[in-house]
Nanobody, 115 residues
Framework: QVQLRESGGGLVQAGGSLRLSCAHSGITFSRFTIGWYRQAPGSQRELVAAITAGLGTNYADSVKGRFTISRENGQNTVYLQMNNLIPEDTAVYFC?????????WGQGTQVTVSS
């Protein structure tokens, strides 16, 4: 059974930092593109950052320069380092593992940034 488990969310003041982790079981992590998405109340889910099996990365314009995605295939974990957080970053953050044949989601972790 495939599981993606997010952790590291919480409440932080504006300007602070959080590090989200996405750990998996049941898949060969290195064969997937891993993405972090977020969904704020009343909004659609949006891509925040993604990292390919070849370590290529892309970021939403709103987080460029503040967020960094990285992966440790040996530990089956992908991280999202979030710095200089702003209230607009408040959302539930989801981990996604995707390739040509499969598309898996975690349950999400709440990030709340207070002003």
């Amino acid at each position: 059974q495939v599981q993606l488990r997010e952790s590291g969310g919480g409440l932080v003041q504006a300007g602070g930092s959080l590090r989200l982790s996405c750990a998996h079981s049941g898949i060969t992590f290195s064969r997937f593109t891993i993405g972090w998405y977020r969904q704020a109340p009343g909004s659609q889910r949006e891509l925040v950052a993604a990292i390919t099996a070849g370590l290529g990365t892309n970021y939403a314009d709103s987080v460029k320069g503040r967020f960094t995605i990285s992966r440790e295939n040996g530990q089956n974990t992908v991280y999202l380092q979030m710095n200089n957080l702003i209230p607009e970053d408040t959302a539930v953050y989801f981990c996604n593992a995707k390739n040509t044949w499969w598309d898996y989601w975690g349950q999400g972790t709440q990030v709340t940034v207070s002003s």
